[in-house]
């Protein structure tokens, strides 16, 4: 069966400081892999999805960047850090043809 | 562009019957989800419908209706553990992969 993780689990950093989330995916090859972000108030917003290795598409300009170095590995970075980037960091993956997204179980980021 | 409504809280009480509606105005469409979660938890999947009418399972109904962008959750027989947070979800053409866009969800409190 597929399993996806993700760590750290909760993370507090100073503003201006790296950021560097990773999530790997077991059971399943060339997955579709997305972050998304939780807000306070706010819906799930979707910010990096990959359909393959080195494969990136950004649906929002902002302070973080992802990578996908390998099949089953998604990377969400930032070089310094924005009291506004504090959230609850989602990673999913979808298999392509299937209609559900399964995720992780979320890293809150909190910056100050 | 693409927006999802659905009410932001709800209270019932257990054994009770409540109903979660979401209207969405996308540029397509290729498939609504109910996703459940719990606070500080990642979002679980609950049902999907592409086609117009009700889809069940167990407790928890979905229904459809293309043509007027509307669905609804409806939970039957309530427990203490619905308490949750219900995030209605469209898939639109055009998003990368199976890229979901959510509403910004609906915490459902559920007293005795």
């Known amino acids: 069966s597929q399993t ?13 400081s790296p950021l560097s989330l990773e999530c790997t995916v077991e059971g399943t090859s060339n997955p579709n892999l997305y972050w998304y972000r939780q807000a306070a108030g706010r819906g799930l917003q979707l910010l990096f999805y ?20 390998q099949d089953r590995q998604f990377i969400l970075s930032s070089k310094k850090l924005l009291l506004s980037d504090s959230g609850f960091y989602l990673c999913a993956w979808g298999d392509g043809t299937n209609e559900k997204l399964f995720f992780g179980s979320g890293t809150q980021l909190s910056v100050l | 562009g693409q927006n999802i409504d659905q009410p932001t809280e709800m209270t019932a009480t257990e054994g009770a019957i409540v109903q979660i509606n979401c209207t969405y105005q996308t540029s397509g469409f290729n498939g609504l989800f109910w ?14 419908n592409v086609l117009d009418g009700l889809e069940e399972k167990g407790r928890f109904s979905s229904f459809l209706s293309r043509s007027k962008g509307y669905s609804y959750l409806l ?30 969800g609906t915490t459902l409190s559920v007293s005795s």
Not at chain 1, 5 to 15: D, F, K, M, R
Not at chain 2, 35 to 48: K, N, R, V
Request: charged share 10%; hydrophobic share 40%; glycine share 10%.
């Open chain 1, 50 to 69: 990959s359909v393959g290795i080195g494969q990136i598409s950004s649906e929002v300009p902002q302070n973080l960047s992802a990578s996908r170095p």
């Open chain 1, 4 to 16: 996806i993780h993700q760590w750290p689990a909760t993370l507090v950093q100073p503003v201006g």
């Open chain 2, 35 to 48: 996703y459940q979660q719990h606070a500080g938890e990642a979002p679980t999947f609950l049902s999907y």
């Open chain 2, 75 to 104: 939970l039957k027989e309530l427990q203490m553990k619905d308490s949750a947070s219900y995030l209605c979800a469209v898939r639109a053409p055009g998003q990368a992969g199976t890229a979901l866009i959510f509403g910004k």
